[in-house]
C-alpha cells in the first residue's frame, strides 16, 4: 500500500491497528504517526511500535492518506472541529468511535470526504479481532473499489472483517464489539466453577479459556451448526445434557440474547 497513515488517538484498539499494519507489512514506521494529548501514551507508542508521533491532531491529520479516528465518542466533535480544515483531498478517513453513523459524521466534518465507519472488537488486540466495516456514498463510487479493499485488508491484518450495511452496525456493537466482555464473564464463572471443584485457579481459567477458544474455532471451521457440535458433545444419559439442562432451566440462551439485545439498543441511544 505504501500510503501516509495517521492516528488520531493511541489506546488499546488503535494501538491494535497500527500493530496490525506493521506485521502486515502495510506500511513501514516511519509511514506512520500517531496523535495523542497524553505524552506518556506517545512515548509508550513510539518505543513500542516505532512510529512518529504528536501531540498536535492537526499535524497528524494534515499529512495523511489514511485517517484513523480513535478517540472516545464524547471527545469526537471537538477533534474534528479541530482538524477537519486540514483533511486532504483525496483522504481516506476512518471511524472506529461507537455509536457514530456516517451521516453524523459527515454533519460534523461539514464537506465531502471518503468514509469509513468501522467497528472492531478489543480481540484485535490478540490477533483475532471480528470488524465490521461500512463505507460513505463516495466511497461506493465506481473506481474506489482498490481504496475500500485497502481499509479491509488493515482489518483482516488482525483478524476477520467483513462487510455490512450500515443499518446493521447496532447489531453488530452488539454481538461483537460488546460480546467480549460477556465471554470474559462466561470463561470467569467456568473457572470459578473448577475451583469450586478443588482445581488450582491459574490452572482453571487456562481450562475454561482454552476450552472457549477450542469451541469457537470448530464453529469457524468445521461448517456445522453449533446445535451440531453441541450434540456431538451430548452422549444419552450423560454428563454434559445433565449440564445443558441446567443451563436450559436456568435460561442461559435467553440471558445472553437480552444482554446482546441490551447493548444494541444502549448504541443506538449513544
Known sequence: ??????????????????????????????????????EEKRKETAQTYGVLVTGDNREAAARAEILFLAVKPVFLPGVIEEIRDVIPAGCVVVSIVA????????????????????????????????????????????GMEQEAEEILRIFTSFGKAEWVPERLMDCVTGVSGSAPAFIFQLIEAMADAAVLEGMPRAQSYTFAAQTVLGSAKMVLEL????????????????????????????????????????????SRKL
Request: charged share 20%; aromatic share 2%; net charge positive.
Open 99 to 142: 455509536g457514530q453513523t456516517i451521516g453524523r459524521l459527515e454533519e460534523m466534518i461539514g464537506h465531502p470526504v471518503k468514509l469509513i465507519r468501522v467497528m472492531p472488537n478489543t480481540p484485535a488486540l490478540v490477533g483475532e479481532g471480528m470488524s465490521a466495516l461500512t463505507k460513505n456514498a463516495l466511497m461506493e463510487k465506481p
Open 1 to 38: 500500500m505504501q500510503k501516509r497513515i495517521s492516528f488520531i488517538g493511541a489506546g488499546n484498539m488503535g494501538g491494535a491497528i497500527l500493530g496490525g499494519i506493521l506485521r502486515a507489512g502495510i506500511a513501514e514506521p516511519s509511514q506512520i504517526m500517531a496523535a495523542d494529548v497524553l
Open 223 to 266: 461448517g456445522k451448526h453449533p446445535a451440531q457440535l453441541k450434540d456431538m458433545v451430548t452422549s444419552p444419559g450423560g454428563t454434559t445434557i445433565e449440564g445443558c439442562k441446567v443451563l436450559e432451566q436456568q435460561g442461559f440462551r435467553g440471558a445472553m440474547m437480552d444482554a446482546i439485545h441490551a447493548a444494541c439498543e444502549k
